[in-house]
């Protein structure tokens, strides 16, 4: 059983800068991928970035590309959402997951993750 908490959202202005970090409970973190989804209002959860259990392997949708960056500490059990450059566009709930054996079977789809955060609002203004 994982347990994930996710903090660090706000409100910044197009342009700036956040860092979200989640933390997880449970000595299995350093087995799962972990992955960050966003909603937007009105719009379908989608994949932003996932991050292998090593953290040597990454990927990113298109949308976010050279902007956001995913990172985790196996030592403090958190991962980690470096968001640069924001835009309006980017404003969403952000949750993480975490999942087994993801990375192998596919870390964009929503299905291969096995626990989900509550979320953390991001807000861009323009």
């Known amino acids: 059983q994982v347990q994930l908490v996710e903090s660090g959202g706000g409100l910044v202005q197009a342009g700036g800068s956040l860092r979200l970090s989640c933390a997880a409970s449970?000595?299995?973190?350093?087995?799962?991928?972990m992955g960050w989804f966003r909603q937007a209002p009105g719009k379908e959860r989608e994949f932003v970035a996932a991050i292998s259990w090593s953290g040597g392997v990454t990927d990113y949708v298109d949308s976010v590309k050279g902007r956001f960056t995913i990172s985790r500490d196996n030592a403090k059990n958190t991962v980690y959402l470096q968001m640069n450059r924001l835009k309006p566009e980017d404003t969403a709930v952000y949750y993480c997951a975490a999942g087994l054996a993801t990375m192998g079977r596919g870390p964009q789809r929503r299905a291969n993750y096995d626990y989900w955060g509550q979320g953390t609002q991001v807000t861009v203004s323009s």
């Open positions: 449970g000595r299995t973190f350093s087995s799962y991928a």
